[in-house]
């Protein structure tokens, strides 16, 4: 059975993304998956405050509930990350836990010595998304963003559901296409596992 971290991004419980995710997640758990769910907006963490504590043995210094969501982490084969976009990235709690990720970052590179570029990234990531606005450019950001924390994690973005146009509470549920989408994509995510 694959285990899966899905991360709540949003200070809105009930939300865009929150409502996407939980449509994915089910459909991980339809196609068989544990999903461990991690609400970011419940938890008390630091940003990472750049001492490099992390430096010798690639744990991160600070301790508080970092190291509880880095367990699961860790301990999944998939990680499911949905985020609204603020100011063209992720949200500020989503950034605070990658840059505690930092501490994976300095493991993998500095610690352990993996060439950049080298391909080693064993679990996948799927990451939801969800913008008011509808430009073109709505997600290069965060897609970046994404990509480099997912990879601090040996994580390949495997597939990101992108919405436009959704900015109020509730806004999403009046698209079923869209909710059925990120149910499918919650399904197929588990069954690459
Ligand atoms: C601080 C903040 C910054 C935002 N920045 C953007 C932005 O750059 N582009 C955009 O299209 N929407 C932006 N929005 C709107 C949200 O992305 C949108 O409301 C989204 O649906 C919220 O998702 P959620 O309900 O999961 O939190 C911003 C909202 C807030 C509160």
Same mark, same amino acid.
């Given at each position: 059975?694959? /285990?899966?971290?899905? *991360?709540?991004?949003?200070?809105?419980?009930?939300?865009?993304?929150?409502?996407?995710?939980?449509? #994915?997640?089910?459909?991980?758990?339809?196609?068989?998956?544990?999903?461990?769910?991690?609400?970011?907006?419940?938890?008390?963490?630091?940003?990472?405050?750049?001492?490099?504590?992390?430096?010798?043995?690639?744990?991160?210094? !600070? /301790?508080?509930?970092?190291? $509880? *969501?880095?367990?699961?982490?860790?301990?999944? /084969?998939?990680? +499911? +990350?949905?985020?609204?976009?603020? =100011?063209?990235?992720?949200?500020?709690?989503?950034? !605070?836990?990658?840059?505690?990720? /930092?501490?994976?970052?300095?493991?993998?590179?500095?610690?352990?010595?993996?060439?950049?570029?080298?391909?080693?990234?064993?679990?996948?990531?799927?990451?939801?998304?969800? $913008?008011?606005?509808?430009?073109? &450019?709505?997600?290069?950001?965060?897609? +970046?963003?994404? &990509?480099? =924390?997912?990879?601090?994690?040996?994580?390949?973005?495997?597939?990101?559901?992108?919405?436009?146009?959704?900015?109020?509470? $509730?806004?999403?549920?009046?698209?079923?296409?869209?909710?059925?989408? #990120?149910?499918?994509?919650? &399904?197929?995510?588990?069954?690459?596992?």
């Amino acid at each position: 059975m694959p /285990q899966i971290a899905a *991360v709540f991004g949003s200070p809105r419980r009930r939300g865009n993304t929150a409502t996407l995710l939980r449509q #994915a997640i089910k459909g991980a758990r339809d196609a068989g998956a544990e999903v461990s769910e991690i609400v970011l907006r419940d938890l008390k963490m630091s940003p990472c405050l750049e001492i490099y504590g992390c430096k010798q043995s690639g744990q991160c210094a !600070i /301790q508080d509930d970092f190291q $509880g *969501v880095l367990k699961h982490l860790l301990a999944s /084969q998939g990680i +499911l +990350l949905a985020s609204p976009i603020f =100011f063209y990235t992720v949200s500020a709690h989503t950034k !605070i836990l990658m840059d505690r990720c /930092q501490s994976r970052w300095v493991k993998k590179y500095w610690i352990d010595n993996v060439p950049f570029g080298a391909h080693r990234n064993h679990r996948k990531g799927l990451f939801i998304a969800a $913008g008011a606005t509808k430009g073109k &450019k709505l997600f290069e950001g965060s897609l +970046l963003t994404v &990509k480099y =924390f997912f990879d601090a994690l040996d994580t390949q973005l495997w597939r990101a559901c992108l919405y436009r146009g959704l900015d109020f509470e $509730g806004d999403v549920l009046k698209h079923p296409d869209y909710l059925d989408e #990120a149910y499918q994509a919650g &399904k197929e995510f588990a069954a690459a596992l």
